[in-house]
């Protein structure tokens, strides 16, 4: 799946649509991220596993395209991405943090230190088929 986000020219790798086609995976996954139900993770998860597999293959030509101007600006339009998803993850990771010790307050009252006690968790198996 990861090198079909990597379109191919005569010449090989076609570097900037190559960055293009990742880093628009990754706007994906910002667009997924702005409402983040659980079934919405999961798919950004393996959104950015195909995103960084692509380029991991395209590493190996950085060094001859990286001169090319618009290769560069889809370089920076990439990194604009990732700077939104990094961003989005972790607001999403600190909004279920802070779930969880409420719930935590709620379900087990406090520590004597005074955080929210951790709530016990039982083992579950989602299977789709």
Not at 10 to 18: D, F, M, P, T, W
Not at 48 to 55: D, Q, T
Not at 114 to 121: E, I, L
Request: proline share 6%; hydrophobic share 40%; with cysteine.
């Amino acid at each position: 799946m990861p090198r079909a986000l990597i379109p191919e020219s005569r010449h090989g790798l076609a570097g900037e649509s190559a960055i293009t086609a990742v880093a628009q995976q990754v706007e994906k996954v910002c667009v997924l991220l702005t409402s983040p139900r659980p079934e919405a993770l999961d798919r950004c998860a393996g959104i950015l596993e195909s995103a960084a597999s692509a380029l991991a293959v395209l590493r190996p030509s950085i060094d001859s395209i990286e001169r090319d101007p618009t290769v560069l600006s889809s370089a920076r339009q990439l990194q604009s991405a990732v700077g939104r998803a990094r961003h989005l993850l972790e607001f999403a990771d600190r909004y279920h943090r802070q779930w969880q010790e409420r719930l935590g307050s709620i379900v087990a009252g406090y520590r004597p230190d005074g955080n929210a006690a951790t709530v016990p968790r039982t083992g579950c198996i989602s299977m789709e088929g």
